[in-house]
């Protein structure tokens, strides 16, 4: 294997690993910040405020984006173990 295949095939992964985590993390980014909004707005600063409608708003997130991740991550490991062979020998 070559540098340049490693470093491709890493890349590759890294590339998926942020695809999939991106609907939650967009999630958790938005509601964080309308609760910084309202909280800066109303002077409250309560600790859970924060924390229960993001854990929340990402579980929900995750429930609605699963069959997206589930089908990336199908496609994206079926892709891998077709293209092993040519891994192994091609590099």
Known sequence: MTP???IGFAKQAIEMALMI?????GV???VGIT???LQAATQIQEMTLTF???IVAIFL??????PWIMD????YTRELF???PNYIHGG
Do not use: H, Q
């Open 4 to 6: 340049e295949f490693v």
């Open 21 to 25: 985590a991106l609907p939650m993390l």
């Open 28 to 30: 958790g980014l938005t």
């Open 35 to 37: 609760i910084s909004v």
């Open 52 to 54: 229960i409608p993001k």
């Open 61 to 66: 997130a995750l429930l609605v984006a699963f």
């Open 72 to 75: 990336k991550m199908v496609t």
């Open 82 to 84: 077709l293209n092993l």
